[in-house]
């Protein structure tokens, strides 16, 4: 069960992914704007992109990539994705990563949901 819905999370964002193009900072919807103002103040060197379902705002915020990703123009918060470094996990996390033995890790992102889930979500190949 756990791995279905980590491939139906994974299609999904896959999804999001194609069908995304870029777009101006002027047509993006004000209430979008503010909503990166309150939840990420310090985010600078924004980029815009959107689907038919999301807007999504790419930025840096203290030296590190993050993505912030919004419903269309009404700008209800969906999810916060931050880069992170193996320097910045916990022992616990660090552990956990010790079971990737045979992969090379691409990537580490703390995701932080509208739900106030908070998830560490891994990126890994063979």
Excluded at 32 to 42: D, G, I, N
Excluded at 43 to 58: H, I, K, L, S
């Amino acid at each position: 069960m756990k791995r279905l819905l980590i491939l139906a999370t994974a299609i999904g964002m896959l999804w999001l992914q194609a069908c995304k193009h870029r777009i101006s900072q002027d047509q993006i919807p004000a209430d979008v704007r503010a909503s990166l103002t309150q939840h990420v103040p310090q985010a600078r060197q924004v980029e815009w992109e959107e689907n038919p379902d999301y807007y999504f705002a790419y930025f840096t915020e203290n030296e590190q990539q993050g993505m912030a990703l919004f419903y269309r123009a009404d700008g209800h918060w969906i999810e916060t994705d931050e880069a992170l470094k193996v320097n910045n996990l916990t022992i616990d996390q660090k552990k956990m990563l010790m079971s990737f033995k045979a992969a090379h890790i691409e990537q580490i992102e703390e995701v932080k949901k509208s739900d106030s889930t908070d998830v560490i979500r891994v990126t890994a190949s063979k």
